[in-house]
């Protein structure tokens, strides 16, 4: 019997010691190794001493799971889960369970990341392009892109490209029109303002009648008008503009597209696809396009293309123009993006399939159909006289509905005006039942109104029903691909959804050393509340008496996030980082300008920047001056002084990423930050490394003014393959009044009245309990020691390989902070062996490759994260030095250099059953099978490597053709 004591037996449960990879005796090893006594030695040797933060965090004290668990069980029940009719782009939906349980709570499609590796990523990215034909299939247009954050933003993004293809070149003004839902034009309004577009709003009709340059219109529009706009469109475009339109996806399995309507850009929330409402997000807005205008497209798109056998093979087209390269001429600043959701959706229209589709989206019309009928029979008045799901009413009491509404659990859209009248309107969806609509009529009508759902029925067959102009309805078929066309039992569908899982590499196989990225653990226990229904089942607008549960969340973890950044406010509305900068980056040009400095716009960055630094910086209406890096990697501080100099008087702000994109902690950013408040800028933080910063040291006390956290690396939300993400940013006080407000929901703020940069108040909050679960399980203790690990993984790492190959930067102590970067060039230069070649080769490894050529062309930035436990960082060294090896003998001429492991690579199944493989210099077994500890473990790449130039040329992003497929 043991002789400990009760508290010692108790930590056996603390989530700690399962988030964090290496146990105590391995941390000591390699605390041993790298040359420090402890973690706290470590950390003096690596963190300037300016910068440490000397106190604890105030988030409280490390739990155990089954304790986490409890807490937030606790607030998900003070959230009250009332039947929606609210609608307004967020609609009740089934989840189908079989795509609940194999993707969006399985770790081999959510911890996936963004398929910048896609030899080992054929299932995502068919997943997606499913989705990209289903969006084209839906709209009548013929360029779809992978996915957006929200339909608001996706809108905005519309008039963006509206700008940028119209000929209408004198033209400065986008028109929208009166019925668009309120978000929606709220989020333009925020981006028109940064780009100096005049916006005119009104109704549909008059948008001829003006000068502009693109216009968008809501199909079916707020009230649920159906409207053809076939003749308004050829009028606009005579005038040169460009036509976007919002639309419902559920209404275009049944309506005429806006496509054939000649709309040249169609987009929109896929969320009533099988995704959760979650209290705003997160969902993938779709966004297609005429394919005129593919180098304007926003965003990622998903392309054909063909490997080296020439078998057809998936990829991101045109990924790497979009930011890294264009960086300020980018079209847009989306990094992460929805791609989770978008599989989600996409996955929902191949278990339905085309078929099942129009039973469900004429079911719910039918419903609808039968309740407009009930009411108008009972001479109620309707503002519309077309719908597809969505009645607007007038002149009733709404008062009294009200009342009699929320005592049933039911939510009723009451505010929405037409003119002078009080509107009530009700939009229903695919959960809605016949006994709802009795419900319904009971609410609306009171009781004993003598109405009956089987009779209007009755009445509806034998008449048919006019709700829908028969002009607009659907004449062309959808969704005639077979990939929709055959999953429609559970056990194919089940198996389709491994089958291409099976071809993705994700945390679940091996380590995702992916530098800036942190791709650490998503644990189970964190992820196990974004599907209960008190969180996931949420409408945005619901009253707020409703959420509780998520105003509790909502306001501890904004407290827990200011402290850990040592600022005074954040605001969790961007839907990712690059919107966090974004918003930010706002908050200081608006901070500007209410102190009469509206000529503030430079914006410095250093040349070491991630691109979405510049792309945001552009979006916000500012002006970019590159700041110049030493041979070291630091900023150049005298150049960042004389440029700071130079535009003084129109300086806006610095963006900058601490530590640095060099991975290393520059002593001289209290300088910096000096230096720009100095001439009177802001210090914009990029909190994408914040990894290295919990309870270590925190922007706010560093001296910055605004960062954005990427909730998906720092704060264990899964990357989704490529999204969905969070970016609040945090400010100081001095901010505080300038962050994003929302038109529909209030919070009695300073802030409440500016603009948004989201549809949704909190923007994802669906997936805000994943970090409050990481916060509240690790404490205080936990954060701080989990910063540590990171360290002292990525320095063990770092030490490891330095004697195979050479680090670019080391800072003080000769220590890297969480990430480090190793050089390939001079490899490169004495045999021939590309980074990319050695990104591949590990796939043959069953490794995903670290970020390559960021932010240096020719090398490899690896990020283990604390999660990595000391087997799997030796098992990447083991084979990271073992590649070395091979390109040794490339280098010594024993192998040609285009024909080697390594330039082969990755290495398929197809190449060891082809018997020409015989007259390789290498055998099968070098091939797949390097080390034995690959044979325990064997990833099998699907495709060999993906010629990209082929797919770029030859941009073909739809399904594969039937006769290609079979
Ligand atoms: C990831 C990253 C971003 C962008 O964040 P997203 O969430 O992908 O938009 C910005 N800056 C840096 C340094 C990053 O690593």
Same mark, same amino acid.
């Given at each position: ?12 449960? #603390? ?48 739990? $155990? ?15 009250? &889960? ?55 299939? @839906? ?20 008039? %963006? ?82 036509? %976007? ?6 209404? *275009? ?6 496509? $054939? ?5 169609? *987009? ?23 394919? %005129? ?74 419903? !609808?159909?039968? *309740? ?8 109620? !008045? ?178 827990? @996030? ?31 300008? $209410? ?55 129109? @300086? ?41 910063? &919990? ?13 954005? @956290? ?90 490891? #390989? ?131 500890? &690959? ?19 030859? *941009? ?11």
């Amino acid at each position: 019997m043991t002789t400990e004591t009760l508290t010692k037996l108790e930590q056996h449960d #603390l989530f700690l010691s399962r988030h964090i990879g290496p146990d105590s005796a391995q941390q000591q090893e390699m605390l041993n190794f790298v040359g420090a006594e402890s973690l706290e030695d470590l950390t003096e040797q690596i963190v300037p001493e300016s910068i440490r933060m000397n106190r604890d965090l105030a988030v409280g004290d490390h739990v $155990s799971e089954a304790e986490g668990m409890a807490y937030i069980r606790a607030i998900a029940d003070k959230n009250k &889960v009332n039947k929606s009719y609210i609608g307004m782009g967020y609609y009740g939906t089934l989840v189908p369970t079989v795509i609940q349980r194999n993707v969006l709570e399985n770790p081999g499609w959510y911890t996936a990341y963004t398929p910048y590796q896609p030899e080992i990523a054929q299932g995502r990215l068919e997943a997606i392009l499913n989705f990209q034909q289903l969006s084209m299939d @839906l709209t009548g247009l013929d360029l779809a892109s992978s996915s957006l954050l929200d339909e608001a933003t996706a809108a905005a993004e519309a008039m %963006a490209l509206a700008k940028r293809v119209s000929k209408a070149k004198k033209a400065n003004i986008f028109f929208v029109a009166d019925d668009v839902f309120p978000q929606t034009l709220d989020v333009i309004k925020t981006r028109a303002e940064c780009f100096g577009f005049d916006i005119i709003v009104g109704p549909a009709a008059d948008a001829a009648n003006h000068d502009i340059f693109g216009a968008l219109f809501q199909y079916t529009n707020r009230f649920g008008q159906i409207t053809d706009f076939t003749e308004l469109f050829t009028a606009l475009h005579e005038k040169k503009a460009v036509v %976007a339109v919002a639309a419902d996806i559920m209404s *275009l399995v049944m309506l005429k597209s806006p496509g $054939s309507m000649g709309a040249d850009v169609v *987009l929109g929330n896929s969320q009533r696809f099988g995704v959760p409402m979650g209290f705003g997000g997160p969902h993938a807005a779709f966004f297609v396009t005429r394919d %005129a205008y593919k180098r304007s497209l926003p965003g990622r798109i998903i392309g054909v293309s063909q490997d080296t056998r020439g078998n057809r093979a998936l990829r991101m087209a045109m990924q790497t123009r979009e930011q890294h390269i264009r960086r300020e001429k980018a079209n847009s600043n989306i990094c992460t993006a929805q791609v989770l959701l978008a599989n989600m959706a996409s996955f929902y229209a191949v278990f339905h399939g085309p078929q099942g589709l129009k039973t469900i989206a004429e079911r719910i019309h039918r419903l !609808t159909d039968i *309740l407009a009928t009930g009411l108008t029979a009972k001479g109620v !008045t309707l503002v519309n006289n077309t719908w597809f799901d969505t009645i607007s009413i007038k002149g009733l009491d709404t008062a009294a509905i009200k009342t009699r509404s929320e005592a049933q659990g039911v939510n009723l859209r009451i505010d929405a005006d037409a003119g002078s009248d009080k509107v009530l309107g009700v939009s229903l969806a695919e959960t809605t039942t016949r006994e709802d609509v009795a419900q319904l009529f009971d609410i609306i009508l009171g009781e004993g109104h003598g109405l009956d759902v089987a009779t209007l029925d009755s009445n509806i067959v034998a008449n048919g029903s006019t709700s829908v102009p028969a002009a607009l309805i659907r004449t062309d078929a959808i969704l005639t691909h077979p990939t929709f066309n055959r999953y429609h039992s559970e056990t194919e569908m089940m198996r389709y959804i491994k089958r291409l899982e099976n071809k993705d590499l994700a945390l679940n196989h091996s380590m995702i050393s992916l530098g800036s990225c942190t791709m650490k653990l998503n644990a189970a226990t964190e992820m196990m509340p974004i599907t209960w229904p008190e969180f996931a089942n949420m409408h945005p607008f619901c009253p707020q008496d409703q959420a509780q549960g998520y105003a509790q969340l909502v306001s501890e973890l904004s407290d827990w @996030l200011v402290d850990i950044t040592g600022y005074d406010t954040v605001s969790l509305q961007p839907n990712s980082g690059a919107q966090g900068e974004y918003a930010g980056l706002l908050a200081i040009k608006q901070y500007h300008e $209410s102190r009469g400095d509206a000529h503030r716009n430079i914006c410095l960055i250093p040349q070491s920047a991630h691109g979405t630094n510049p792309a945001s910086a552009q979006l916000a209406g500012m002006k970019i001056v590159v700041t110049a890096c030493d041979k070291d990697g630091n900023i150049d501080m005298e150049d960042l002084k004389t440029k700071a100099a130079e535009v003084a008087d129109n @300086l806006s702000c610095i963006m900058v990423t601490y530590p640095s994109t060099h991975g290393v902690y520059e002593e001289t950013i209290g300088e910096i930050c000096e230096v720009i408040h100095q001439h009177g800028g802001q210090v914009y933080l990029d909190g994408a490394n914040m990894n290295a910063q &919990v309870g270590l040291t925190s922007p706010g006390s560093i001296g910055a003014d605004v960062s954005h @956290l990427n909730l998906h690396k720092t704060f264990a939300i899964p990357h989704g393959g490529g999204g969905p993400g969070m970016g609040p940013i945090g400010v100081k006080k001095h901010l505080a009044p300038f962050l994003s407000g929302h038109t529909v929901v209030k919070h009695g703020l300073e802030s409440d009245n500016n603009g948004a940069v989201s549809a949704a108040p909190y923007g994802s909050a669906g997936i805000l309990p994943i970090t409050w679960m990481y916060i509240k399980l690790l404490g205080k203790q936990g954060l701080r020691q989990s910063t540590q690990m990171a360290l002292l993984n990525a320095n063990y790492v770092m030490k490891k #390989l330095s004697e195979h190959y050479p680090v670019l930067y080391t800072g003080r102590n000769d220590r890297v902070a969480h990430e480090c970067i190793i050089d390939l060039r001079p490899l490169k230069e004495a045999s021939g062996v590309t980074e990319m070649d050695i990104a591949k080769r590990l796939n043959d490894y069953g490794f995903h490759a670290p970020t390559m050529s960021f932010p240096v062309a020719g090398t490899l930035m690896i990020e283990p994260t604390e999660s990595e436990s000391k087997v799997e960082l030796d098992r990447f060294i083991e084979a990271m030095i073992s590649i070395r090896g091979e390109a040794a003998r490339v280098e010594s001429g024993e192998w040609p250099v285009d024909n080697n492991p390594l330039s082969n690579a990755p290495h398929t199944l197809a190449d060891i059953m082809d018997p020409e493989f015989d007259s390789r210099p290498y055998s099968r077994e070098t091939a797949v099978f390097p080390t034995a500890a &690959v044979k325990l473990n064997k990833f099998w790449p699907t495709v060999n490597r993906i010629d990209d130039v082929f797919g770029d040329r030859n *941009l073909f992003c739809a399904c594969i053709p039937i006769a290609d497929y079979e």
